[in-house]
């Protein structure tokens, strides 16, 4: 089969190049480039100097030649090549946010500035995490379009939907902190990401108001059964890989006495144990979910370059709140490597099939 | 005057070294270490050579020679130096935990480990953050062992205070989730803060149980003449220097609506301006407690190498939670610059001497 | 096939278990560990966690067990692994210095402060560099001891020995100085690999006296024919992985003029297109040897986690001595991959088996 | 006195900014800037915010306002405004390249493509490395213009200069390779200064043709009374701050042995002795050049946020080459310090007012 990837000299676009062309089912590329149109990919990326190469093409062209198409455009210019690939029958994952709101145009047009110009489409489409909708994306037998879900969405969602599909969190509100690596802002040069400016400090960025909110926020319901609120504060971690989202998730069913003079509580030590086991449980045939060894904590570099998600389970000294953690590669299981998972759960692939790279501590 | 520092060898004691050196006010230092007795300190931070000149001698010595004698031991061991202090008369400033909890013996040793060897001296300390106890401080006439504050509730507690203070915090439970620089962990090499185990690495740490968890407790106690529950996780970020602290705070009368397909309502947008502008008030006076511009948000390399406190203000989307956010250089305001801020109030100096330093954006 | 690793818990040991584990001609590791035996990799290092799986043995016991031998402990303890493998038919790659010097024992005595104990193993080694000694390696049919080459000395000599090779280099002194990310100093925490006393420094290290100065000399005379004179200065840098190696190599038969009022003439202009086509040609059939397009510099961030060697060509402005670059990742080609490299060779696999990663730029 | 600085807002310029504010000589700041003209400075830079408060205004009304003016515009632009300086009487300080090469406009012409508007400006021009040119500046009783050098030669000539002037160094071609922090190349956020492509990775540039390669073998020249023959390769290193340079010098009157399997010679040993008493005493009375005990090394993080150059002095293995490594501040000693040095020299003050910070280690 051949893959093609519409925006490919993006860092997502360069990502998919770099792990599809170690896909065993992948037998060849096929890239297109606004900014770049035929150049090849191994000039302007030289760390692919004999390994990959390819000319940059248009749009229309990758969507004709290859058998499944990928998109890592802008957010809000792709509809029309999900319109092309719908029509010719070809799966179209889409890593924008353009496809993760279904038929909630509401809501995009509201965080994203833009309104849907094939509305019909949303309603094809497949929020592509996994780990909540496989059986709604194998279901479509191909006939697809996926959207892939954004990095922070993904780590908050996979650390709190055993505890939210399970009824262990109250009706508090929940707050996902989260930190990102600089990779997460993409390629273009701009002052944010100035080495001297992000190099040796925390910044945090749309302070409760950044567009993941929403998504995180869907997501939290449908694993609920009703709405959960949600307070979201994302940072730059001066790294180049990872996101680290720290989740606190008010319990249900508990009497917290806050007082620090004392231990933990028995209590508190035996309902950690008691929710591990369940995360554990409810993970336990997820090929990409790890939920860590109790007293153990998800650490961004343990996940480098895979498409693992890491969880530890922690709960706070007084016993009124889990604190689950979740670390991702924001350019593999937040980007890259889940579209890939995707692409293989929607074509019968085996769904770790070019995933398998093991995590470099360094 | 002469400063003394008791273990001048590590990295808070060099931050002493190296700011005190520079003091209008001090004109010799007298310097000792157990592990390096009888070298000297320039040989062992050549950074110093030619700059700085001190043999290492026995604290005995160093208490006998100073005028203010600054303590930046192991938590656990200085209380004899307190003691030999008072009955000298010479203001202790203690940069461990051992004078940060004063009577309260009982959290002391639940989360050091240890008990008090001379209860009596802790009825003399004060907890030295001048935002809190300055009048206290001053009180003292220059009689006085100083707690100086630890890193993170320094960051925490600034960013609290004015909420707490002046009521606009419900009666929830308190989130500070912060992030620090690896000097933090101190001079002694350990693996977790071995470069290739923590460089592009987020690594939370002792989730929810962290032994500051009780001093900030304290602190936001005093504040608002109540106990205020509170949860607090640090994390340790791939970087020298800075806490970053990003503080929860569910505010009173308050009836947000959970509804993110809509945008901040004309009243969040009113309660942000008013919260900022009380927040501006409360600090007029201080000399390093920056109240960031509204739109701003508070960045670690923003205040690196001062002693200053940036604060910024935020409210999340639905309008239910106050975030503040303070930075300060963990090594300055969170460690040797409050200890010589707290110097300058004990002895009668102008509060910014020797801390006049600009911050150094990189 | 099984493969064994004797020292499985340093990081090149690490490095080995998580490239190994991917090989497609190994079906099993056996691991052993003085220090941790009886522990299991997987608890050292969580990120193989659900990956990778492996009590640490004896080294004996692996040994037993495994049809192909890797050792990485420190310098000067292996020679007792590597006869009992040749007792038993085993090829045995040793990480360590102690078979890099065949049967100049007084060279390694002089700058490894130890005596072989087995002088007749070292009869048997062969230094395994396969752009070097390819055709050695393959003729042991699998009964050999390899000494795998230094990081540095990877680096070096594979950018200088195509000029060396065809007598471009003068007689004159050949400069290497170079740079090494921190992963080279191994995983136990020391002062100069503490995070604070490393991240944001530059820092040379064993200047002009580096005890892989006389492993590079070696190669260097292998190649040339005669000997080298050499000077080799090590750096440290604030980066997790890679080795940047810039070599001067005075060139003969050029008549240099200083004259830097005037751009680089033509001669000098011809000369680098010829060079530049000679060290393409030398290495055109070599699988990870990437000699980069003239106008490109080679940098470690575009071999990273791969087992290239980049390489630029440059002469400098006044024409006198050819500047070739050259850039590993210093614990793949550096190390483990080329360990991996020399047992697919040494065992009749393919060169490239396991080893087919595409550099990852971030 | 008032300081004026034209081109306020670059990286040089807000270093300016930084220490002029803390200049016990200097009660107040002028500022101009072409893209922020109207703005103040605290607003660009918020880490000044309460520290320092400036309008950034045109640069003819800095000239009018101020007593001496630092100009930190790109090479090109500046000879105007020296030109008005003169005619008032007022120093000139330019950080650019424009008056580093004094009456030499076609060497000025070949490196930077431009030529002098005003040449007989030149003429009145001092190259402001006060190591060199103390008297000089001096002489001019404050009536002149300071082409202050640039971050690489001022590393390489105060590393090399005493060896130079001495008549230590043979006639063989000196090479110095150099690193430099991501600050050097200033505030605009271009592709080679973002985090991802920067952090983690080494790169040369300019490889052997650098435009501070004629400044640096002109110094080399002054110093040496003859023609040098030089070749200099800078790299990025990631980290903010910091040059190093390390200097291969061949000495004269030595007759080495390239023979690996000895230890250094005697009279190598001997040598390094006496090489450093030669430089210890050449730089005795300079209050910023720190050559450093025998067996240290000189690294970039013992000089950061200081206007000291630090030196270290080795020899290679085998006796032949002098190897001089330097290490400074780019932003303080090679760029805004060493501006202010040449101010304080040129205004008779004290030579360190204002630059009298102790290098932080972190």
């Known amino acids: 089969m051949k893959a093609g990837i519409i ?5 997502a676009g360069a ?5 599809l062309a170690g896909h065993p089912k992948i037998d060849g590329l096929e890239l297109s480039s606004v900014s770049y149109e035929g150049d090849h990919i191994e000039d302007i990326y030289l760390n692919f100097f004999k390994k990959v190469s390819g000319e940059l093409k248009k749009a229309e062209a990758v969507i004709e030649a290859a058998d499944v198409v990928f998109s890592s455009l802008p957010h809000g210019v792709g509809e029309v090549f999900a319109k092309a690939c719908v029509e010719c029958g070809k799966p179209f994952i889409d890593l924008s946010a353009d496809f993760r709101f279904g038929s909630d145009e509401a809501t995009f047009s509201t965080w994203y500035g833009k309104s849907y110009q094939y509305p019909e489409l949303h309603g094809l489409s497949v929020y592509g995490l996994p780990e909540l909708n496989r059986q709604l994306l194998k279901a479509k037998n191909g006939r697809v379009i996926v959207g892939n879900p954004g990095c922070y969405p993904t780590a908050a969602t996979l650390g709190a939907m055993p505890a939210l599909a399970k009824g262990l969190a109250g009706t508090g509100t929940i707050i996902v902190d989260a930190a990102s690596g600089i990779t997460g802002g993409g390629r273009e040069p701009i002052r944010a990401y100035h080495f001297p400016e992000c190099a040796d400090a925390m910044s945090p960025y749309k302070v409760g108001c950044h567009r993941h909110t929403p998504e995180i926020a869907h997501n939290f319901a449908v694993a609920a059964g009703r709405a959960v609120p949600l307070i979201f504060t994302p940072h730059l971690a001066p790294m180049n890989r990872g996101i680290l989202a720290t989740i606190y998730i008010p319990l249900a069913d ?4 806050f007082d620090l003079s004392r231990p933990p509580s028995k209590e508190t030590i035996a309902k ?4 591990h086991a369940l995360y554990t449980e409810f993970y336990k045939n997820e090929p990409f979910t ?5 007293g153990s904590v998800a650490v961004t570099n343990r996940v480098r370059q ?5 969880i530890s389970i922690h709960i706070d000294q007084t016993g009124s709140t889990l604190i689950a953690i979740s670390a991702i590669d924001n350019m593999v299981k937040g980007s890259a490597g889940q579209a890939i998972q995707n692409m293989n759960i ?3 692939f085996a769904e770790d099939a070019g995933l398998s790279a093991i995590p470099a501590l360094f």
Do not use: H, K, M, W
């Open 272 to 275: 950690t144990v008691e929710i």
């Open 15 to 19: 990502e998919l190049v770099r792990l």
């Open 346 to 348: 929607v074509c019968g």
């Open 290 to 294: 790890r939920v860590l060894p109790l």
């Open 7 to 11: 925006g490919a000299t993006g860092y």
């Open 306 to 310: 895979s498409n693992f998600c890491d």
């Open 254 to 257: 508990v009497q917290p006495v």
